[in-house]
């Protein structure tokens, strides 16, 4: 048992030591408000904020929050289409056509005045955020978000 215990100790003593020389660049976060009518205020339409709205490349975490009182929300991550081209949308279901985007990722369907995270590796460039429950993205629930060097 004793052979075990130095055995453990050593490893932690190793690991520890990995961590301290690896590149130490701090994981991105980026709060996610979900806000509609319901939230209050003078809200008027549907909004999505980020903030803040640049992060650095690496691992990024989405932190979304839904501050609807009845509206279930979301946030996709997007890359935009090429030459500022439009998402592909779909007039008949009000919605983004999800399986022509190019979607990394989502924290789906938040019911009201709740929460949720999603944690995605992201290279430079331009993002959107989005919102696809129907009607919501054409509402104005959606921001831009930049990944920089
Ligand atoms: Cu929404």
Do not use: F
Not at 7 to 25: F, I
Not at 39 to 49: C, E, F, L, V
Request: hydrophobic share 40%; net charge positive.
């Amino acid at each position: 048992m004793g052979h075990v215990s130095w055995a453990a100790l050593g490893l932690g003593s190793v690991l520890a030591l990995t961590g301290a020389l690896s590149p130490a660049r701090a994981d991105g976060v980026v709060k996610v408000l979900l806000q509609d009518a319901s939230s209050g205020g003078n809200m008027a339409g549907m909004k999505m904020a980020a903030t803040p709205d640049s992060v650095t490349a690496g691992r990024v975490t989405i932190q979304a929050t839904n501050q609807s009182q009845g509206l279930v929300h979301e946030v996709i991550v997007v890359r935009p289409p090429a030459n500022g081209a439009k998402l592909p949308y779909d007039d008949k279901t009000s919605r983004v056509i999800e399986k022509r985007i190019s979607d990394l990722g989502e924290v789906s369907d938040i019911p009201p005045g709740k929460s949720g995270s999603l944690t995605l590796t992201l290279t430079p460039g331009n993002y959107l955020l989005i919102c696809n429950q129907p009607g919501h993205h054409k509402a104005g629930m959606w921001t831009r978000l930049t990944v920089t060097r």
